[in-house]
């Protein structure tokens, strides 16, 4: 038995939908006794919505970027919390960012928060705010924050900052028009590996996929590859590079 590890966005689903073609490598992969692993930045409210829409199966889905663990039959597993008083402090430098929002999510749900109703946001602009953010914060559990952004030169000057200042708490990764930050010690690899403990997968079984710099971790932990749109540093890294998840299952069952 083989573990598949597969980031979502821009790596499973590079379409307005999953293709058909990886939807039928899927369920070959897991039809010959192997598993299939979604690891995600999404929260896991956004994430089962996806595959309803989609139609495919996952055997454990990881999202919050490794901080949160669902097994199949969405069962949940384990969620990693922010220290809140540090991420008071955190939202606190947000708020005087010049970004369109920031979401908070509470380990399942994700709520979203209007900074700026002049800035475009590329990230949230079709997802309502769904509470007031006292009503929010009452709940004092914070796994997630992912800060919606148009500009990614100021990604990276937020993600200096948030490594600089909170790094007693929480780890930032860029992503499409957003920087995600997590719990510190939280990355797709962690996740991946509580899995595969719990599984009974040894890590020469462990394959996995992505796109972008969230997933280098696992990348470099695993038997890595990437999508062929992966930066050019994250695909020196990998051990092969892809067009599609459906051609990197072809090749592991060749």
Same mark, same amino acid.
Not at 1 to 5: E, H
Not at 32 to 40: E, R
Not at 226 to 237: R, Y
């Given at each position: 038995? !083989?573990?598949?590890?597969s980031d979502y966005d821009g790596t499973l689903r590079i379409e307005e939908k999953v293709t058909k073609a990886d939807l039928e490598a899927l369920a070959r992969w897991r039809?010959?006794? @192997?598993?299939?692993?979604?690891?995600?930045?999404?929260?896991?409210e &956004?994430?089962? !919505? %996806? #595959?309803?829409? @989609?139609?495919?199966?996952?055997? +454990?889905?990881?999202?919050?970027?490794?901080?949160?663990?669902?097994?199949?039959?969405? @069962?949940r597993m384990q969620v990693n919390y922010m220290d809140f008083d540090r991420a008071m402090a955190l939202i606190g430098y947000i708020r005087t960012l010049p970004c369109a929002s920031y979401v908070i999510n509470d380990g399942y749900y994700r709520h979203r928060i209007v900074v700026n109703e002049q800035e475009e946001d590329l990230k949230y602009g079709k997802m309502p705010q769904q509470k007031n953010e006292a009503e929010l914060l009452a709940s004092g559990k914070i796994a997630q924050i992912v800060i919606s952004l148009n500009d990614d030169a100021l990604s990276a000057e937020i993600i200096a900052h948030i490594h600089e200042a909170f790094s007693d708490c929480v780890v930032a990764y860029a992503n499409r028009h957003c920087v995600d930050i997590v719990p510190r010690g939280?990355?797709?690899?962690?996740?991946?590996?509580?899995?595969?403990?719990?599984?009974?997968?040894? /890590?020469?079984?462990?394959?996995?996929?992505?796109?972008?710099?969230?997933?280098?971790?696992? #990348? %470099?932990? +695993?038997?890595?590859?990437?999508?062929?749109?992966?930066?050019?540093? #994250?695909? %020196?890294? &990998?051990?092969? /590079?892809?067009? &599609?998840?459906?051609?990197?299952?072809?090749?592991?069952?060749?």
């Open positions: 038995m !083989r573990v598949l590890a039809e010959a006794g @192997n598993l299939f692993v979604a690891v995600t930045g999404r929260s896991m &956004s994430f089962t !919505r %996806e #595959i309803a829409e @989609n139609g495919f199966a996952c055997d +454990y889905i990881i999202a919050n970027n490794g901080g949160v663990i669902y097994d199949g039959k969405m @069962n939280i990355c797709k690899a962690k996740g991946l590996a509580f899995v595969l403990a719990d599984a009974g997968v040894s /890590v020469q079984d462990a394959f996995t996929i992505g796109d972008a710099y969230n997933d280098l971790p696992m #990348i %470099e932990a +695993y038997h890595g590859f990437c999508m062929d749109s992966a930066p050019l540093d #994250i695909q %020196e890294k &990998s051990r092969g /590079v892809y067009h &599609s998840v459906g051609a990197c299952i072809a090749d592991l069952m060749k």
